[in-house]
């Protein structure tokens, strides 16, 4: 009789550490991508696809791999705006609705987060120091991704 191991991979040991900083403002996303790479030096490139959540909707990435010092930049749109048909007959069956998806449903009011992997306190308080700087944006704050229900949307 041949005896089976199972192995489990701890939730613990799948999680990465990175800082997220959320951004509160109207501008569209290719206008944000422009000022942030203009104010802090990078270098955001959309991507060849959207990151899509069952049942929530699409969000535009932009990202930059920094190797020289070996930071990955990522930027997430929070909203993503789907169209639905109605679920029932009723008087407005034949009009389409507009649903909002948040990819950090904790944050709801949040437009944009940047995630910065292999971030240090110093990078975080000069990074919004320069997002703040951009016209329109509103604010910029640190996340706390240890009390983060929904941080398995960011890790990808």
């Known amino acids: 009789m041949s005896s089976v191991n199972t192995y489990r991979i701890s939730e613990d040991l799948c999680v990465e550490e990175f800082v997220l900083i959320a951004l509160h403002s109207s501008l569209e996303d290719h206008a944000m991508v422009y000022w942030l790479n203009h104010r802090l030096k990078l270098l955001l490139r959309r991507t060849g696809e959207d990151l899509e959540i069952k049942d929530q909707g699409c969000f535009p990435v932009f990202e930059w791999k920094d190797k020289i010092n070996d930071r990955y930049w990522t930027l997430f749109t929070n909203n993503s705006i789907g169209v639905e048909e109605p679920k029932q007959a009723d008087l407005f069956q034949n009009e389409l609705f507009q649903t909002v998806h948040h990819l950090v449903p904790e944050h709801k009011e949040v437009d944009y987060l940047l995630k910065i992997e292999q971030g240090d306190e110093y990078l975080e308080e000069e990074v919004i120091r320069g997002i703040l700087s951009v016209p329109k944006i509103i604010t910029a704050y640190t996340v ?12 990808f």
């Open 144 to 155: 706390d991704t240890e009390r983060l229900k929904s941080k398995h949307n960011l890790i």
